[in-house]
């Protein structure tokens, strides 16, 4: 926003200085214009929001706040149009840039010994919620491919609410499922040390871990859905077809951000196991090959251009 010439001023819902962005951080904080980039129930009196949504509805909380919103910001055309029937402002599609580190070329990451000597390496990032259903993709693994097999599947994923370890012994014992649950530091370099991201989200408003393991090159498996079908497609990825549903009753975020009668789209388990399969066997090259182009679709100067076209800047 600063580049595209905005007079941006910078804050955190901490109040504490951001390494990087001091100088749009001592700005004066009157009379601006105010944009919240979180879930609005979070600050639901300021005049905008940077927000998505990964169902076909906001979350339930926020939809009488984004009626009220002057400006609605957000990452997808899926997201763009949901929030239109619910909001009287303006909803302009800003993309979060692909940082130019995550590129096919460059160091990898060195996994323990155990890990490693797998030839190849399914990797999925994600928090463990309800909505991203590591259940289906730990049994489409285990369902689809033997302990004897040289192939693994890595787990970089965080959570409040559950046991990753508790879940992989229960659903796949002695088996080559791996959890990584520490932070990583150079995060290019652990896609590029793996072979292809797999994921069963039921959702994403827009999806950052698929889109950075297509810039790093990756083989990708992803739902045929949401705001993933915006830069997966069946050039780049194993698109995966999915099931339109209710959510239910399932964990995490049932209650006041997300209700049971809300529409997800699951993947069909059968078919990401089959893709699984195909990845693991072929080399894929058309979608390999595509799939750093990604890079081109999000760029910084793309991303600039989006701004300066919601805000009517020259």
Not at 66 to 95: G, W
Not at 219 to 248: H, Q, R
């Amino acid at each position: 926003m600063d580049k595209a010439g905005l007079d941006i001023r910078v804050d955190n819902l901490h109040r504490s200085l951001v390494p990087g962005f001091y100088r749009l951080q001592q700005k004066d904080v009157r009379d601006r214009f105010q944009i919240l980039h979180q879930i609005p129930t979070v600050a639901p009196n300021v005049d905008g929001y940077y927000t998505v949504t990964e169902f076909d509805q906001p979350p339930y909380g926020s939809i009488s706040i984004l009626r009220k919103a002057k400006l609605i910001l957000t990452e997808s055309e899926f997201c763009k149009n949901i929030f239109e029937e619910f909001a009287d402002c303006e909803v302009h599609v800003i993309n979060y840039p692909i940082d130019p580190q995550f590129k096919p070329e460059g160091v990898k990451h060195v996994f323990d010994p155990i890990t490693d000597k797998f030839r190849f390496k399914f990797l999925s990032i994600f928090e463990w919620i309800m909505r991203k259903d590591p259940y289906t993709l730990i049994q489409a693994f285990v369902e689809e491919f033997s302990p004897e097999e040289d192939v693994c599947l890595i787990l970089r994923t965080w959570t409040k609410f559950e046991n990753p370890r508790k879940w992989i012994g229960k659903l796949a014992p002695n088996h080559n499922v791996f959890w990584m649950p520490t932070p990583v530091e150079n995060l290019p370099a652990l896609y590029r040390a793996c072979d292809c991201f797999v994921t069963s989200t039921w959702g994403e408003g827009f999806g950052h871990p698929i889109a950075e393991a297509l810039a790093c090159g990756m083989k990708v498996i992803a739902p045929d859905s949401t705001g993933i079908k915006e830069f997966c497609n069946k050039t780049n990825s194993l698109m995966v077809p999915t099931t339109e549903t209710e959510v239910g009753n399932g964990r995490n975020e049932i209650g006041h951000l997300i209700k049971p009668w809300f529409k997800c789209w699951k993947p069909d388990k059968e078919e990401l196991k089959k893709a699984m399969r195909k990845a693991y066997r072929s080399e894929l090259k058309f979608l390999v090959n595509n799939a750093p182009k990604v890079r081109e679709k999000f760029s910084y100067d793309v991303v600039v251009n989006q701004i300066k076209e919601a805000f009517e800047l020259d």
